[in-house]
Structure formats: structure tokens, C-alpha cells
């Protein structure tokens, strides 16, 4: 297995209603797979909102995003994030607000219940997580250093590895 730990960046409306979603259920389920879950407002940078949201989710093993009230910026975040081809759990408090194109994709309806969401996203994240692990294993690794030689003149350049 892979020392570096699985990162989750999560990705929802910046409003106050869904703070215990993120502390009560999200974090906590991530923290009991031993997956690091992060919000923007949890970290600190310099460059601008936009560009650390577009880095995060490049460098993110796993996005979770809550499609709750269907928030245009959550919505083309996750776009990215899929166009991206990274792993998504969407999670909602009510299934209209998942979109018809993106209901075959994983998603947990959790209706108000924290203990539910926690639960269910324990186990998708457990799911996540050996995915992952997976994928880092099954990458090509070069281990042995590569050689060759570059001959050059005022108008060319040969090489040969």
C-alpha cells in the first residue's frame, strides 16, 4: 500500500447550512477510512479562490461534492472534476438535485440525516479508497536512470537515448 494517504477535496456551497454536513458527516467518515478530507475555507494559499479550487481538484484522489439546491458553482466545478476523470461521490440532500445525466454516477441521498450520510460515505470512501490504491499500484514506474548522448552544431541537434 501507498504511504501517502488518500485526499479528499470537498467541494459544496460556501453557506453556514452546510458546515455540519462537512464537520458531522463528511469529515468524520473520511477520518474513520484514514482519508484526508479538506474544504477551500480549510486551507490556507495565496494564489486566488478560483485557481487553488481548479489545482485542488487536480491533485484530489477523490472529490466529494454536495449537489444540494443544484449551486451553479458546485455543478461546474464538478464538470471539471469529471472532465478531469476524476473519482466523484455526490451526495444530496434531495434527488432532484441530482441531475438525469449524472444519476448513473455515484451518488448517496441523505435527506437530512448526518448519521445516515456519515455512514453511507464511510462505505463509499472505504469503496474510494481501494480504488485508489489500486490505481497507484498498477502505475508504470521507471527505475532505472535512462542515458544518451546530444551531438550538436551551429544549425542542428542529433540525440540519441
Same mark, same amino acid.
Given at each position: 500500500?501507498?504511504?501517502?494517504?488518500?485526499?479528499?477535496?470537498?467541494?459544496?456551497?460556501?453557506? @453556514?447550512?452546510?458546515? %455540519?454536513?462537512?464537520? /458531522?458527516? =463528511?469529515? +468524520?467518515? !473520511?477520518?474513520?477510512?484514514?482519508?484526508?478530507?479538506?474544504?477551500?475555507?480549510?486551507?490556507?494559499?495565496?494564489?486566488?479562490?478560483?485557481?487553488?479550487?481548479?489545482?485542488?481538484?487536480?491533485?484530489?484522489?477523490?472529490?466529494?461534492?454536495?449537489?444540494?439546491?443544484?449551486?451553479?458553482?458546485?455543478?461546474?466545478?464538478?464538470?471539471? @472534476?469529471?472532465?478531469? %476523470?476524476?473519482?466523484? /461521490?455526490? =451526495?444530496? +440532500?434531495? !434527488?432532484?438535485?441530482?441531475?438525469?445525466?449524472?444519476?448513473?454516477?455515484?451518488?448517496?441521498?441523505?435527506?437530512?440525516?448526518?448519521?445516515?450520510?456519515?455512514?453511507?460515505?464511510?462505505?463509499?470512501?472505504?469503496?474510494?479508497?481501494?480504488?485508489?490504491?489500486?490505481?497507484?499500484?498498477?502505475?508504470?514506474?521507471?527505475?532505472?536512470?535512462?542515458?544518451?548522448?546530444?551531438?550538436?552544431?551551429?544549425?542542428?541537434?542529433?540525440?540519441?537515448?
Amino acid at each position: 500500500m501507498s504511504s501517502r494517504p488518500i485526499f479528499a477535496f470537498v467541494l459544496m456551497p460556501f453557506d @453556514a447550512a452546510f458546515n %455540519d454536513v462537512y464537520r /458531522i458527516a =463528511i469529515r +468524520d467518515a !473520511a477520518e474513520a477510512v484514514g482519508v484526508r478530507a479538506e474544504r477551500l475555507d480549510d486551507q490556507l494559499y495565496a494564489e486566488g479562490m478560483l485557481e487553488r479550487i481548479y489545482r485542488q481538484i487536480e491533485v484530489a484522489d477523490v472529490i466529494i461534492a454536495d449537489m444540494s439546491g443544484r449551486n451553479a458553482n458546485v455543478f461546474y466545478e464538478v464538470g471539471y @472534476a469529471h472532465a478531469k %476523470d476524476k473519482l466523484c /461521490i455526490l =451526495i444530496t +440532500d434531495d !434527488a432532484d438535485s441530482i441531475p438525469f445525466d449524472l444519476q448513473h454516477r455515484r451518488h448517496i441521498v441523505y435527506e437530512q440525516s448526518l448519521t445516515f450520510l456519515r455512514d453511507e460515505l464511510q462505505r463509499h470512501l472505504e469503496w474510494a479508497k481501494q480504488e485508489v490504491e489500486t490505481l497507484r499500484q498498477s502505475r508504470l514506474r521507471v527505475e532505472q536512470a535512462i542515458s544518451g548522448t546530444l551531438k550538436r552544431d551551429a544549425i542542428t541537434a542529433t540525440a540519441q537515448v
